[in-house]
Nanobody
Framework: AQRLVELGGGSVQTGGSLTLTCLAS????????IGWFRRAPGLVREGVAT????????FYVDSVKGRFTISQDKTKKQVYLQMNDLKPEDTGMYFC??????????????WGQGTQVTVSS
């Protein structure tokens, strides 16, 4: 019923934290995998994190392991991306997507409008 919507982006200094929220009520019950990818200006998109919603299994791109955590709230039908110890290279537009961006970035079914994350050095 509702398309994917990303919330929570902002501007922080190096080492700061942000938590992104994906509103996924229109897709949550129809898929078993939701994830996040990002795209910096002028660069190709990069898978960031994936959660298999029916099992809770998670996957991360190497560059964010230990810093980012993807999670879900099945009641609210929302997926989150907690980002800690942010670095300038994390800057970009972050998108919530139906699919597994970490493993199958080229096979995403849908994504939202994105939310901007800017990390200043």
């Amino acid at each position: 019923a509702q398309r994917l919507v990303e919330l929570g982006g902002g501007s922080v200094q190096t080492g700061g934290s942000l938590t992104l929220t994906c509103l996924a009520s229109g897709y949550f019950d129809e898929t078993n995998v939701i994830g996040w990818f990002r795209r910096a200006p002028g660069l190709v998109r990069e898978g960031v994190a994936t959660i298999y919603t029916r099992t809770g299994g998670t996957f991360y791109v190497d560059s964010v392991k230990g810093r980012f955590t993807i999670s879900q709230d099945k009641t609210k039908k929302q997926v989150y991306l907690q980002m800690n110890d942010l670095k300038p290279e994390d800057t970009g537009m972050y998108f919530c997507a139906i699919g597994d961006p970490v493993t199958y970035l080229d096979q995403l079914e849908a994504w939202g409008q994105g939310t901007q994350v800017t990390v200043s050095s």
